[in-house]
């Protein structure tokens, strides 16, 4: 894919998601309602997972039922970059409001005498960020698989899933499952620990590659048409 | 010579649907060939324009267009599509759009303003509407928009879903001179439509589809017409015979009498020369012929099934 096209395939995302007038201004009363919880709590709070199902849902999905896939896969776009562009342009946009949203908290509980740590903000911004494209790239998998946002519905139902049956998963088994479904890097564990988190790390990259890899292949292999659909 | 677009035995089954789409489809069409698409609703035609696209993988059988598969992306660079239910990213403005494929056609950015006025004129969209969210666009405005992204980039391979549908009467003319000069330029198009008069103005070849198969392609280009009603009109004067000998001239030369009445009448003719013979007679016999003309288009016989071989 050229420069340009990927571009303004991501500025076609950003605009859809971020920039329509009611889309706009539920997430600055969001981002301010966690500005709040923040000071209430004398602490950081993370918007990410919030962000993560109102930005990233429906991803590809919204686009199939839509049906604006099929124009756009007429044209001499490979569907991998198509979908690792929607990944990116996505990710980068939770990444970059939840960032702003802990930066904001951090400014705001300075300000009232209740400043944290350079360190602890840096780490909650890297573990905001990993989320991001973490779990955004586990919805995108869900959301070339099914159309609209039913990726988001399908997302927490699977995270339902050790409760329902917590008799039978084990805890550690449950812990990996919810680590699938929510992939994210903690600073401290991974980074800073007697010795680096191997596990953790290589876990986050494997989770995140596998999603994109399946990701790819399901695109490759879908059927786009205004007659079957 | 390679055709432009060959299809060899395509059958398409869809999951969950109890018979096929598109069963043993097989059509050779021609480079700078504008070919026709009618059928029953449901018959395949979208599912046949889809695997031609790209877009659906037939179940069996080959498409090759110019030899190569259609979601080659070097082919994709020269086609050009216009779907039948348009469903566009309705926030955006026209131009946005249109600046958008022309960036995803792979486009030279540096021509991109030009070529995106010069398409949105081309289509007769007006200026005042090319600032407009497309969610309030007309129908027709909407095809004049979906049209011009189809033509964006000079495409050799267009395929058209039902193009003027909506679209005013002005709106045709345009579409209709559009897709003449794309003839001239040796594009290669594939048109879906309902419209059976436009598709006899503008195709060489139309392919009647029922319960996915190709039941007939007529040739429009072809001078030999089939069997036919023809409506006959004649002079009525004091010296014209009564219209009870039509039928038995149209006996005569093997053609049959449907309806007779004084100054007019149909008649079932087989081919071209029973045609010739039967105005021939009715005008030595006495009836001085004023007009002759086929009950129906030849597309609309083939609906009524009176072509079909």
Same mark, same amino acid.
């Given at each position: 894919m050229s420069w340009s096209a990927f571009r303004a395939l991501v500025a076609v995302t950003w605009r859809e998601r971020l920039l329509r007038p009611f889309f706009g201004v539920l997430l600055v009363v969001f981002c301010a309602t966690h500005v709040s919880v923040a000071l209430a709590s004398e602490g950081l709070h993370d918007p990410v997972f919030l962000l993560v199902l109102a930005i990233g849902g429906g991803s590809v999905g919204k686009d199939v039922s839509s049906g604006v896939l099929p124009l756009l896969f007429t044209r001499p776009l490979v569907r991998t970059h198509y979908v690792l562009t929607k990944w990116f342009s996505l990710a980068s946009a939770v990444a970059v409001l939840s960032t702003l949203t802990l930066l904001l908290e951090a400014a705001v509980l300075a300000h009232r005498g209740m400043g944290l740590p350079g360190r602890d903000v840096a780490a909650a911004v890297f573990g905001s960020v990993s989320s991001a494209f973490g779990t955004t790239s586990v919805l995108l998998f869900l959301s070339v698989l099914v159309s609209g946002y039913s990726d988001v519905l399908l997302w927490i139902g699977l995270g339902f899933l050790p409760t329902l049956a917590h008799k039978y998963v084990p805890q550690r088994v449950a812990e990996q499952w919810k680590m699938l479904l929510n992939p994210a890097l903690d600073w401290d564990a991974t980074f800073r620990g007697p010795s680096i988190g191997w596990f953790r790390l290589f876990s986050y990259l494997s989770t995140v590659t596998l999603c994109l890899c399946l990701a790819a292949l399901a695109a490759n292999r879908k059927e786009l048409s205004y007659a079957s659909g | 010579m390679p055709a432009a677009i060959q299809v060899d035995g395509l059958s398409k089954s869809y999951r969950r649907a109890k018979t096929p789409a598109l069963t043993d489809l097989s059509v050779r069409i021609e480079e700078g060939e504008i070919f026709g698409l009618v059928g029953p609703n449901g018959a395949g035609k979208t599912t046949f324009m889809a695997c031609l696209l790209g877009l659906l993988f037939p179940t069996r059988g080959k498409i090759l267009i110019e030899g190569r598969a259609p979601d080659d992306l070097a082919l994709r660079r020269v086609t050009g599509y216009l779907p039948e239910r348009l469903q566009f990213d309705r926030w955006m403005t026209g131009r946005a759009f249109l600046d958008l494929h022309h960036c995803l056609a792979g486009l030279p950015e540096a021509r991109r303003v030009s070529d995106v006025r010069a398409m949105l004129q081309r289509v007769g969209l007006e200026p005042a509407h090319w600032l407009t969210p497309i969610k309030k666009y007309s129908r027709g405005m909407l095809q004049r928009v979906g049209m011009a992204q189809a033509l964006l980039g000079n495409p050799r391979f267009l395929f058209l879903d039902e193009p003027a549908s909506g679209v005013d009467p002005s709106g045709v003319l345009a579409f209709r001179d559009i897709l003449s000069d794309l003839k001239q330029r040796g594009v290669t198009i594939v048109l879906n439509s309902h419209q059976l008069d436009q598709l006899e103005r503008v195709c060489d070849r139309v392919a009647y589809i029922e319960a996915g198969a190709i039941r007939h392609i007529e040739? #429009?280009?072809?001078?030999e017409v089939g069997r036919r009603v023809l409506l006959v009109r004649w002079l009525v004067t004091e010296a014209t015979p009564p219209p009870d000998g039509v039928g038995g001239i149209a006996s005569n030369v093997?053609?049959?009498? #449907?309806e007779v009445a004084p100054g007019r009448a149909r008649l079932a003719v087989a081919d071209d020369a029973q045609a010739a013979a039967l105005l021939r007679a009715l005008s030595e016999r006495g009836y001085p012929v004023i007009e002759a003309a086929p009950e129906s288009g030849r597309l609309e016989r083939l609906f009524r099934k009176e072509d079909l071989s």
């Open positions: - | 040739n #429009l280009r072809s001078t093997g053609a049959t009498a #449907l």
